[in-house]
């Protein structure tokens, strides 16, 4: 079946350091990968998204990368801000009625 | 600029009592989605809708039906609420086949079963 797997957190890290997210995944055909940011007290947000192997997501200094051979949808970013604070998800979509497969979640805590 | 707009935000129930979770959209999104959210187990998807009167069962249906008599509505009933249905729920849409488009979410409903 399809699934995801994410890294296990929380991960704490001080303010301007390199982050990395740990995403995997199981699935038939060619799905679609996404992450999505969840901020305290609100719903998701999609963060990036990447649709075909190789493809790279990025925004807001986030970078994933659509890697087929390794089945990883890992996410980063370079140097990270106490905003950057929040529980990201990563998700894939399957063709039927658009429906998304989330990871469990990864919290992040930026400290300054 | 409303999005996904869901009533109420927080509920405390009684084992066996009812309620219905309302879920509204302004983007003219053709499907909605309902989604629980438990701690270390992510979103799991309860039921869907890809289109005005229609419904189909996501992951973990039991325990809860649904409606899509609008486009811009879809509704989340608990006929008798039980205590493992306490949760954080989320609503969100998307404009086609959310495998391209991304799903628009929600700021959720807090869901305490006593």
């Known amino acids: 079946g399809n699934s995801v797997t994410q890294m296990e957190g929380p991960v704490t890290l001080s303010e301007e350091a390199f982050l990395t997210i740990n995403c995997t995944y199981t699935?038939?055909?060619?799905?679609?990968l996404f992450w999505y940011v969840q901020y305290p007290g609100e719903g998701l947000q999609l963060l990036l998204k990447a649709t075909k192997a190789d493809d790279k997501g990025s925004n807001k200094g986030f970078e994933a990368t659509y890697r087929k051979e390794t089945t990883s949808f890992h996410l980063e970013k370079g140097s990270v801000q106490v905003s950057d604070s929040a529980v990201y998800f990563c998700?894939?979509?399957?063709?039927?009625?658009?429906?998304?497969?989330f990871g469990q979640g990864t919290e992040l805590s930026v400290k300054p | 600029n409303a999005g996904v707009t869901q009533t109420p935000k927080f509920r405390v129930l009684k084992t066996g009592q009812s309620m219905t979770l309302l879920c509204a959209q302004d983007?003219?999104?053709?499907?909605m989605y309902w989604y629980r959210q438990d701690p270390g187990m992510g979103l799991r998807l309860i039921h869907y809708?890809?289109?005005?009167?229609?419904?189909a069962k996501g992951e973990v249906p039991d325990g809860y039906n649904v409606s899509r008599l609008k486009k811009q509505n879809f509704l989340l009933g608990l006929e008798s609420a039980a205590p493992s249905q306490t949760s954080v729920y989320f609503c969100?849409?998307?404009?086609?086949?959310?495998?391209?488009?991304?799903?628009?979410f929600g700021d959720g409903t807090r869901l305490s079963i006593l």
């Open positions: 983007m003219n999104h053709e499907y």
């Open positions: 969100a849409s998307s404009s086609m086949d959310g495998s391209n488009q991304p799903q628009h």
């Open positions: 699935a038939t055909g060619y799905p679609s």
């Open positions: 998700a894939l979509s399957v063709k039927q009625g658009g429906k998304l497969i």
């Open positions: 809708s890809v289109g005005e009167g229609t419904t």
